[in-house]
């Protein structure tokens, strides 16, 4: 996954190097090319663990009811913003499906992290990617060093 300056509600949940492989913005192709090369040789060991733990966040984590609650706060938090007083039409009339519940009470958000929790999350990210870049330099340099030395290794 590449870094992006822009992100869904969800990817804060991920985790690099254990959610997904991250791809470097500044340099995507030698990025790519070392997440290739260096995947090819770690499939089992690595890969595997990491498509497993990508597709539970998916199944466990982003199921439709927390996106509903995302999406519920989301246009709470908009409506915030909002310069003048929305007024429902005198002739609007109330729409309630049979599959949606008109009567539920609203829904909840997790707590908010503790600061110790929220510093140790985001280290844990900085940590994984730094991992990969370490891992993506030497690749590199290696690399470069074989192109000076004449071998194809």
């Given at each position: 996954?590449?870094?992006?300056?822009?992100?869904?509600?969800f990817?804060?949940?991920?985790?690099p190097?254990?959610?997904?492989?991250?791809?470097?913005?500044?340099?995507?192709?030698?990025?790519?090319?070392?997440?290739?090369?260096?995947g090819?040789?770690?499939?089992?060991?690595?890969?595997?663990?990491?498509?497993?733990?990508?597709?539970?966040?998916?199944?466990?984590?982003?199921?439709?009811?927390?996106v509903y609650?995302?999406?519920?706060?989301?246009?709470?938090?908009?409506?915030?913003?909002?310069?003048y007083?929305?007024?429902?039409?005198d002739?609007?009339?109330?729409?309630?499906?049979?599959?949606?519940?008109c009567?539920?009470?609203?829904?909840?958000?997790?707590?908010?992290?503790?600061p110790?929790?929220?510093?140790?999350?985001?280290?844990?990210?900085v940590?994984?990617?730094?991992?990969?870049?370490?891992?993506?330099?030497?690749f590199?340099e290696?690399?470069?060093?074989?192109?000076?030395?004449?071998?194809n290794?």
């Amino acid at each position: 996954m590449v870094k992006s300056y822009y992100y869904d509600f969800f990817t804060r949940g991920l985790i690099p190097g254990h959610h997904y492989w991250p791809v470097r913005m500044d340099d995507k192709c030698r990025s790519i090319k070392f997440a290739v090369e260096w995947g090819n040789n770690h499939t089992k060991k690595i890969l595997d663990p990491i498509g497993k733990a990508g597709s539970s966040f998916i199944q466990k984590d982003l199921k439709i009811d927390q996106v509903y609650d995302y999406m519920f706060h989301l246009v709470t938090g908009y409506s915030k913003l909002l310069k003048y007083k929305p007024v429902v039409p005198d002739n609007a009339i109330k729409l309630c499906s049979e599959i949606m519940a008109c009567n539920v009470s609203l829904c909840t958000m997790p707590p908010r992290y503790d600061p110790q929790t929220l510093n140790s999350i985001v280290e844990r990210k900085v940590n994984s990617i730094e991992q990969v870049e370490k891992w993506e330099k030497d690749f590199f340099e290696k690399d470069i060093l074989n192109v000076f030395m004449g071998s194809n290794a």
